[in-house]
């Protein structure tokens, strides 16, 4: 089986036929989801969550992405303040830097950035983060906040970045980016990552993997990323899908699913 480790499956993408994306994921063995409970406004959170109530196989994490951290209101630090606590939220997150886009002032970004660390901290769950363009900078806030459970989700940073990170001993995520032809540094980066730190998530309904690029992404899509990283890794399908379950349940602390 596969864990899904990132999935954006509560948003409006999938209003239309999320039963049946669900459906598809389970016959492709994508047996588990964590739906990241992030994007735009808080409902985002709050619909993750529900998802997350309604299926046992599936868990949500809340936090706002760092794209919206400069919209963050008082009445939006308060809903994550109150589902941070949630049985079913597994971490906070996605939160971090996006110097790419800078869709939010970085002051922004840092600022939402450190208090959704503090929050992980007050709850002791784990933290999920998203960050492109902005690795020195996201070590320095991760340092500080004296993270030590992390997951450093859709790794796009060079081989350097995996060796720092892993050397702080967070996982590293890797998305459908990987099977792009112009990854190839990204494919260098992974035998970097420690086996037991390696994850696997489609980001969806974003990066569609090879050969489905540029299609709305769904998490049955996962086995076409997890076929490249085993590859990159030495690992057989199923080691690498073996070890990326075992880790994900690790880091989000939830029992390995029951051998079947
Ligand atoms: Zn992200
Ligand atoms: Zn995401």
Redesign the pocket.
Known sequence: MLFDS?AHVDGPEFDADRDEVLARARAAGVQRIVV?G?VSDPTSAERAVALAERDPEIWATVAT??HDAGNMTPEWWAVHERLATHPRVVAIG?T?L?YYYDHSPREAQRAAFARFIELARAVGKPVVC?I?DAHEDARAILRAGGVTDCVI??FTGTPDDARAYAELGYYISFSGIVTYKTAQPLRDAVPLVPRDRLLLET?CP?LAPVPRRGKRNEPAFLPHTAEVVARCSGMTFDELADATTQNTCRVFRLPPPAVT
């Open positions: 990132h990241i992030a992405h760092p996605e971090g996006d998203h492109r989700h859709c980001d974003y």
